[in-house]
Protein backbone atom coordinates (compact mmCIF):
# COMPACT_ATOMS: atom_id res chain seq x y z
CA UNK A 1 0.00 0.00 0.00
CA UNK A 2 1.20 3.19 -1.02
CA UNK A 3 2.40 5.84 1.84
CA UNK A 4 -1.57 8.23 0.56
CA UNK A 5 -3.54 5.07 2.07
CA UNK A 6 -1.61 4.54 5.13
CA UNK A 7 -4.62 5.27 7.57
CA UNK A 8 -7.17 3.64 5.27
CA UNK A 9 -6.99 0.22 6.91
CA UNK A 10 -10.12 -1.86 6.22
CA UNK A 11 -12.62 0.40 3.97
CA UNK A 12 -16.16 -0.38 4.43
CA UNK A 13 -18.40 0.53 1.03
CA UNK A 14 -21.76 -0.14 0.85
CA UNK A 15 -23.99 -0.10 -2.17
CA UNK A 16 -21.20 -2.12 -3.55
CA UNK A 17 -22.96 -4.75 -6.03
CA UNK A 18 -23.03 -1.93 -8.57
CA UNK A 19 -22.22 1.43 -10.42
CA UNK A 20 -20.86 3.96 -7.61
CA UNK A 21 -20.53 1.39 -5.04
CA UNK A 22 -18.97 -1.39 -6.96
CA UNK A 23 -16.40 1.35 -9.12
CA UNK A 24 -15.44 2.72 -5.06
CA UNK A 25 -14.56 -0.93 -4.03
CA UNK A 26 -12.82 -1.46 -7.39
CA UNK A 27 -10.52 1.52 -7.04
CA UNK A 28 -9.71 1.40 -3.27
CA UNK A 29 -8.77 -2.55 -3.88
CA UNK A 30 -6.69 -1.50 -6.51
CA UNK A 31 -4.74 0.37 -4.36
CA UNK A 32 -4.19 -1.94 -1.88
CA UNK A 33 -7.47 -0.99 0.56
CA UNK A 34 -8.95 -4.27 2.17
CA UNK A 35 -12.84 -3.69 1.41
CA UNK A 36 -15.79 -5.03 2.99
CA UNK A 37 -18.04 -4.30 -0.14
CA UNK A 38 -21.63 -4.43 1.55
CA UNK A 39 -24.82 -4.81 -0.91
CA UNK A 40 -28.38 -6.79 -0.42
CA UNK A 41 -27.59 -7.81 -4.07
CA UNK A 42 -25.82 -11.18 -2.72
CA UNK A 43 -25.22 -12.96 -6.10
CA UNK A 44 -24.26 -9.94 -7.95
CA UNK A 45 -21.62 -8.52 -4.68
CA UNK A 46 -19.92 -11.82 -5.57
CA UNK A 47 -19.22 -10.94 -8.44
CA UNK A 48 -17.14 -7.95 -7.28
CA UNK A 49 -14.94 -9.79 -4.86
CA UNK A 50 -11.64 -10.39 -5.33
CA UNK A 51 -8.39 -10.79 -3.15
CA UNK A 52 -8.73 -7.38 -1.64
CA UNK A 53 -12.34 -7.10 -1.63
CA UNK A 54 -14.54 -9.12 0.77
CA UNK A 55 -18.26 -9.59 0.17
CA UNK A 56 -20.81 -9.21 3.10
CA UNK A 57 -24.47 -9.12 2.06
CA UNK A 58 -26.57 -6.84 4.07
CA UNK A 59 -29.49 -4.71 3.76
CA UNK A 60 -28.03 -1.26 5.86
CA UNK A 61 -31.88 -0.41 6.00
CA UNK A 62 -32.72 -2.84 9.04
CA UNK A 63 -32.35 -1.18 12.12
CA UNK A 64 -29.70 -3.84 13.81
CA UNK A 65 -27.54 -4.27 10.56
CA UNK A 66 -25.25 -1.54 11.30
CA UNK A 67 -23.80 -2.21 14.50
CA UNK A 68 -23.48 -6.11 13.72
CA UNK A 69 -22.19 -5.86 10.48
CA UNK A 70 -19.27 -3.47 11.72
CA UNK A 71 -18.25 -5.91 14.75
CA UNK A 72 -18.41 -8.70 12.40
CA UNK A 73 -15.94 -7.11 9.57
CA UNK A 74 -13.68 -5.68 12.02
CA UNK A 75 -13.54 -9.21 13.90
CA UNK A 76 -13.06 -10.95 10.47
CA UNK A 77 -10.73 -7.92 8.57
CA UNK A 78 -9.62 -5.77 10.88
CA UNK A 79 -10.30 -2.49 11.93
CA UNK A 80 -12.65 -0.08 9.94
CA UNK A 81 -10.79 3.05 9.44
CA UNK A 82 -12.55 3.83 6.24
CA UNK A 83 -16.87 4.03 5.84
CA UNK A 84 -17.94 4.82 2.26
CA UNK A 85 -21.76 5.58 2.40
CA UNK A 86 -22.86 4.69 -0.93
CA UNK A 87 -26.02 2.89 -0.78
CA UNK A 88 -29.35 4.98 -1.88
CA UNK A 89 -32.60 4.51 -3.41
CA UNK A 90 -34.25 7.17 -5.75
CA UNK A 91 -38.31 6.80 -5.93
CA UNK A 92 -39.17 10.33 -8.37
CA UNK A 93 -42.71 11.36 -7.91
CA UNK A 94 -44.23 15.01 -7.47
CA UNK A 95 -44.56 15.92 -4.18
CA UNK A 96 -48.78 15.48 -4.94
CA UNK A 97 -48.02 11.76 -5.48
CA UNK A 98 -45.55 10.48 -3.27
CA UNK A 99 -46.41 8.00 -1.05
CA UNK A 100 -46.13 7.09 2.63
CA UNK A 101 -44.24 4.34 1.60
CA UNK A 102 -41.93 6.12 -1.04
CA UNK A 103 -41.35 8.71 1.36
CA UNK A 104 -39.80 6.50 4.45
CA UNK A 105 -38.33 4.07 1.90
CA UNK A 106 -36.02 6.40 0.87
CA UNK A 107 -34.91 8.06 4.40
CA UNK A 108 -34.37 4.58 5.39
CA UNK A 109 -31.86 4.52 2.84
CA UNK A 110 -30.82 7.22 2.45
CA UNK A 111 -30.46 9.04 5.71
CA UNK A 112 -31.16 6.62 8.41
CA UNK A 113 -28.62 3.84 7.49
CA UNK A 114 -26.13 6.40 7.10
CA UNK A 115 -26.50 7.60 10.82
CA UNK A 116 -26.47 4.53 12.10
CA UNK A 117 -23.47 3.26 9.98
CA UNK A 118 -21.72 6.01 11.04
CA UNK A 119 -22.52 5.81 14.63
CA UNK A 120 -21.44 2.09 14.04
CA UNK A 121 -18.26 3.57 13.33
CA UNK A 122 -17.61 6.49 14.88
CA UNK A 123 -16.68 5.34 18.48
CA UNK A 124 -13.98 3.01 16.76
CA UNK A 125 -12.25 5.45 14.87
CA UNK A 126 -12.15 8.24 17.50
CA UNK A 127 -10.87 5.54 20.14
CA UNK A 128 -8.35 4.80 17.48
CA UNK A 129 -7.32 8.60 16.97
CA UNK A 130 -7.72 8.08 12.78
CA UNK A 131 -10.70 7.29 10.27
CA UNK A 132 -12.45 8.98 7.40
CA UNK A 133 -15.88 8.46 6.96
CA UNK A 134 -17.47 9.48 3.13
CA UNK A 135 -21.05 10.18 2.19
CA UNK A 136 -21.64 9.66 -1.52
CA UNK A 137 -24.55 12.96 -1.85
CA UNK A 138 -25.93 14.35 -4.70
CA UNK A 139 -25.92 18.12 -6.40
CA UNK A 140 -29.70 17.35 -5.95
CA UNK A 141 -29.46 18.19 -2.26
CA UNK A 142 -28.32 21.39 -2.97
CA UNK A 143 -30.45 22.24 -6.09
CA UNK A 144 -34.31 21.82 -6.48
CA UNK A 145 -35.30 19.16 -8.56
CA UNK A 146 -38.98 18.85 -10.12
CA UNK A 147 -39.95 14.99 -9.33
CA UNK A 148 -37.11 14.47 -6.99
CA UNK A 149 -38.17 16.05 -3.46
CA UNK A 150 -37.91 12.98 -1.44
CA UNK A 151 -34.85 11.85 -2.62
CA UNK A 152 -33.26 15.46 -2.45
CA UNK A 153 -34.23 16.03 0.92
CA UNK A 154 -33.12 12.84 2.07
CA UNK A 155 -29.75 13.61 0.24
CA UNK A 156 -29.38 16.90 2.30
CA UNK A 157 -30.45 15.35 5.20
CA UNK A 158 -27.65 13.00 5.28
CA UNK A 159 -25.18 15.60 4.19
CA UNK A 160 -25.87 17.96 6.76
CA UNK A 161 -25.51 14.83 9.16
CA UNK A 162 -22.70 13.96 7.93
CA UNK A 163 -21.02 17.72 8.23
CA UNK A 164 -22.41 18.04 11.64
CA UNK A 165 -20.49 14.51 12.26
CA UNK A 166 -17.03 15.80 10.81
CA UNK A 167 -16.99 18.61 13.36
CA UNK A 168 -17.96 16.50 16.24
CA UNK A 169 -15.11 13.55 15.11
CA UNK A 170 -12.62 16.54 13.99
CA UNK A 171 -10.84 16.46 17.37
CA UNK A 172 -10.20 12.97 17.81
CA UNK A 173 -8.41 13.10 14.23
CA UNK A 174 -11.82 11.77 12.07
CA UNK A 175 -12.47 13.07 9.13
CA UNK A 176 -16.12 13.52 7.33
CA UNK A 177 -16.34 14.85 3.59
CA UNK A 178 -18.86 14.43 1.39
CA UNK A 179 -18.75 13.61 -2.45
CA UNK A 180 -21.97 14.94 -4.37
CA UNK A 181 -21.67 13.38 -8.38
CA UNK A 182 -24.43 15.15 -10.75
CA UNK A 183 -25.90 12.73 -13.56
CA UNK A 184 -23.54 9.68 -13.53
CA UNK A 185 -23.99 6.43 -15.88
CA UNK A 186 -26.05 4.26 -13.68
CA UNK A 187 -28.55 1.86 -13.61
CA UNK A 188 -30.34 4.20 -11.41
CA UNK A 189 -29.60 6.93 -14.28
CA UNK A 190 -30.49 5.31 -16.92
CA UNK A 191 -34.09 4.20 -14.88
CA UNK A 192 -34.93 8.21 -15.70
CA UNK A 193 -34.07 8.46 -19.26
CA UNK A 194 -37.15 8.90 -22.19
CA UNK A 195 -36.51 7.61 -25.47
CA UNK A 196 -34.03 10.67 -26.13
CA UNK A 197 -31.50 9.03 -23.42
CA UNK A 198 -29.09 10.90 -21.75
CA UNK A 199 -29.21 14.04 -24.59
CA UNK A 200 -31.72 15.54 -22.36
CA UNK A 201 -29.54 15.49 -19.45
CA UNK A 202 -26.24 16.63 -20.92
CA UNK A 203 -28.40 19.51 -23.11
CA UNK A 204 -30.36 20.49 -19.89
CA UNK A 205 -34.46 20.39 -19.61
CA UNK A 206 -35.84 24.36 -19.77
CA UNK A 207 -39.30 23.27 -19.22
CA UNK A 208 -38.38 21.63 -16.36
CA UNK A 209 -35.92 24.37 -14.90
CA UNK A 210 -32.74 21.84 -15.49
CA UNK A 211 -29.49 23.45 -17.06
CA UNK A 212 -27.21 21.23 -19.29
CA UNK A 213 -23.80 19.64 -18.00
CA UNK A 214 -21.31 22.07 -19.04
CA UNK A 215 -18.30 19.48 -19.89
CA UNK A 216 -20.97 18.12 -22.02
CA UNK A 217 -21.02 14.72 -20.49
CA UNK A 218 -22.35 11.90 -18.43
CA UNK A 219 -20.06 11.23 -15.64
CA UNK A 220 -18.42 7.81 -15.31
CA UNK A 221 -19.07 5.59 -11.89
CA UNK A 222 -14.90 5.93 -11.85
CA UNK A 223 -15.03 9.55 -11.77
CA UNK A 224 -16.67 9.54 -8.43
CA UNK A 225 -14.59 6.48 -6.96
CA UNK A 226 -11.17 8.86 -7.38
CA UNK A 227 -13.14 11.90 -5.61
CA UNK A 228 -13.32 9.42 -2.87
CA UNK A 229 -9.83 8.13 -3.28
CA UNK A 230 -8.78 11.31 -2.96
CA UNK A 231 -10.78 12.20 0.38
CA UNK A 232 -9.53 8.96 2.11
CA UNK A 233 -6.29 9.56 1.05
CA UNK A 234 -3.38 10.95 3.07
CA UNK A 235 -3.13 14.09 0.57
CA UNK A 236 -6.50 15.45 1.51
CA UNK A 237 -5.55 15.41 5.49
CA UNK A 238 -6.38 18.40 6.14
CA UNK A 239 -9.91 18.39 4.26
CA UNK A 240 -12.86 17.66 6.32
CA UNK A 241 -16.81 18.50 6.05
CA UNK A 242 -16.60 19.06 2.70
CA UNK A 243 -19.11 18.69 -0.25
CA UNK A 244 -17.17 17.92 -3.59
CA UNK A 245 -19.17 18.39 -6.46
CA UNK A 246 -18.32 16.20 -9.17
CA UNK A 247 -21.28 17.15 -11.99
CA UNK A 248 -19.29 18.92 -14.68
CA UNK A 249 -20.43 21.87 -13.56
CA UNK A 250 -24.02 20.86 -13.53
CA UNK A 251 -25.34 22.87 -10.85
CA UNK A 252 -23.35 26.20 -11.56
CA UNK A 253 -22.29 25.71 -7.91
CA UNK A 254 -25.32 27.28 -7.11
Not at 45 to 74: C, I, K, N, W
Not at 136 to 142: M, Y
Not at 149 to 160: I, N
Request: charged share 20%.
Amino acid sequence: MGTDLDNAGVALVTGAARGIGAAVSRVLAENGVVVAAVDMRAEELADTAGPHVHAYPADVAAADAADDLVARVERELGPVNTLVNVAGILRPGLVTDISDEDWTATFAVNTTAVFRLCRAVAGRMSARGKGNIVLIGSNAAGVPRRGMAAYAAAKAASTMFVRCLGLELAEHGVRCNIVSPGSTDTDMQRALWDEDGARRVIEGVPEEYRVGIPLGRLAEPVDIAEAVLFLVSDRARHITMHDLYVDGGATLRA
